[in-house]
């Protein structure tokens, strides 16, 4: 929003003498002109954004495999509509990082505001922090993964996918869930409709260990996780249901 | 969506930068909301005196605000003019002087009163607004601003946040309201009056009448969460505190950035991004219902 109709010139500076890794600057290009440039890059290059200061729509909608640093804290919808990057936020991330993910890896090393990893459809979110409010919801095949704690209403009407939570979850896991499945290290603040607590199955162990091992959240324990699901009673309307919805 | 934007400073050594530390700050959310824009300023009292902003219709003489002053409470009063905005200080009884400016409405409207505080509001963007009316030079201890996306009432610098119901009470507000009419006129059937139709303005006077009847502000606000239903995220401010609470769903976003200097809050971080040290800052979301109260 911030930079309307600005034209972008393509990639915006040359690798660093020297080294093979680039590097964009918030603090001298508008978003466009970044993401135009990340756009332009081959696959396989290491890229850097600097001085993001909470800069909304960092690195989306990228397709090419590229290994991305955004150096400090960044804003709303970071790396969202990818399908390809690897992405590291070395700070937190403001609203709906990886908003509709398609591919690829999106790390945070901080806290994510709210609305983590909504409707995303591919690769993994992993945020080393805590998740606020909402993390999750309507994810569509995703997988989020949250070190710390996770906010209120995580997981609402997710349909498809994984939600891992190493800390404590709040109030309204879950409300509405379809098939995603939810995995919390911690403790339980309340579920919200529909969803339930289920027995945990080797499936589910290996599941977690693999997201264990892949993230790094080595404070989670996979066979001491809760697993949290849909009931399933409120797929289709049903009138003895009606004060459940 | 509007932007909403909040400073206390704890270390005096950085009141004479006040302005020149929220004026970005408001700047950045200019794109959450560029229909009007919006500050309260608290800066010490003379004491003795109280402090009203007016705007006057263009082309009224800022003379006969005074003269109409002189006339009715006495010489002694100052006005400090910058455009259509002029800064009264008077050593009369603050009830005596709003009393006066109210016989001079519509071609003079009040748009802050009390001891501490300076309100300046108008329509247009927060860079715009900041440039005409000088925000970074201010002085001061705390900043209340807003950044307006218009949604269910006029344009205009009266239906601008931040709305001031009672003395040195600033209130601007990220959100709608839906039950807004209802407390409207309960609070109308009180006694009650209102400048607008905004909705925003009526979470103002509520906080104001739960004030008067004896409440602290962390109680008014609760009660606000109580009796008022909608979305919101809402920064209040008075002589010595800026609060704020966000509604259970929490659908309107806040960062608090809290340092041994200063306090500040936003809408989003970019806005906090150039306080100083704010890499050194604890930065958080507040909670949903929980409220939050700082004192100077």
């Known amino acids: ?245 | 969506m509007c932007g909403i934007v909040g400073l206390l400073i704890r270390d005096p050594a950085w009141e004479p930068e006040l302005g020149a530390l929220v004026a970005p700050m408001l700047s950045a959310m200019g794109d959450r909301g560029f229909d009007s824009t919006g500050i309260a300023i608290y800066r010490d009292a003379d004491p003795g005196r109280c402090r009203v902003t007016v705007h006057r219709r263009p082309g009224l003489a800022w003379s006969a605000v005074t003269t109409a002053l002189d006339a009715g409470v006495g010489p002694g009063t100052s006005l400090v003019s910058d455009g259509d905005i002029g800064a009264l200080s008077s050593p009369a009884p603050l009830e005596r002087v709003l009393s006066l400016l109210a016989g001079l409405a519509p071609a003079v409207v009040v748009a802050g009163f009390g001891h501490a505080v300076e309100v300046i509001k108008d329509t247009g963007n927060a860079a715009a607004v900041c440039t005409r009316y000088h925000v970074d030079r201010r002085q001061g201890y705390i900043a209340l601003g807003h950044t307006r996306m218009a949604t269910e009432s006029a344009v205009t610098a009266v239906h601008s946040h931040p709305f001031v119901p009672a003395a040195d009470l600033c209130l601007v507000h990220n959100g709608s309201f839906s039950n807004h009419a209802t407390v409207r006129r309960r609070l109308e059937a009180d006694g009650w009056t209102f400048d607008s139709d905004n909705d925003s303005e009526v979470a103002a006077r509520y906080i104001a009448s739960r004030l008067a009847q004896g409440d602290d502000l962390a109680e008014a606000v609760r009660w606000l969460t109580k009796e008022l239903d909608g979305f919101f995220t809402l920064a209040i401010s008075t002589a010595d505190s800026l609060a704020v609470v966000r509604d259970p769903i929490s659908c309107k976003p806040a960062v608090v950035a809290e340092t041994a200097s200063y306090v500040a809050v936003a809408s989003e971080y970019r806005a906090l991004a150039t306080l100083p040290r704010i890499e050194d800052a604890r930065v958080f979301e507040p909670s949903p219902e929980e409220i939050y109260l700082w004192t100077r």
């Not at chain 1, 945070?108 to 993390?135: K, P, Y």
């Not at chain 1, 324990?221 to 003895?240: C, E, I, M, Q, W």
């Open chain 1, 1 to 245: 929003m911030d930079e309307v109709g600005r034209e972008a010139r393509g990639p915006a500076t040359a690798p660093a003498a020297g080294s093979d890794q680039v590097i964009l600057s918030c603090a001298e290009l508008p978003t466009r002109e970044i993401n135009g440039a990340l756009r332009a890059l081959p696959d396989g290059t290491s890229v850097v954004i600097t001085e993001p200061r909470g800069r909304h729509n960092l690195a989306v909608g990228l397709t090419n495999h590229l290994d991305l640093t955004i150096a400090g804290n960044s804003g709303y919808f970071t790396g969202g509509l990818s399908e390809g990057p690897d992405i590291t936020v070395d700070g937190f991330v403001g609203w709906s990082v990886g908003e509709n993910l398609m591919g690829g890896t999106i790390r945070v090393r901080g806290s994510a505001s709210q609305s983590a990893g909504s409707s995303a459809h591919g690769g993994l979110i992993a945020i080393e922090g805590g998740a606020s409010l909402r993390a999750g919801i309507s994810l569509k095949g995703g997988t989020v993964a949250i070190g710390g704690d996770a906010g209120a209403m995580c997981a609402f009407m997710a349909q498809a996918g994984i939600i891992l939570i190493g800390g404590d979850a709040g109030p309204g896991l879950g409300d509405s869930l379809y098939e995603a499945v939810i995995y919390v290290g911690g403790s339980l603040h309340g579920l919200g409709a529909d969803a339930q607590i289920e027995e945990l199955n080797d499936d589910d162990v290996l599941a977690v260990k693999r997201l264990v091992e892949l993230t790094g959240f080595d404070h989670i324990d996979p066979g001491n996780v809760k697993r949290v699901a849909s009931a399933r009673t409120l797929y289709h309307f049903d009138s003895a249901n009606f004060a459940a919805y």
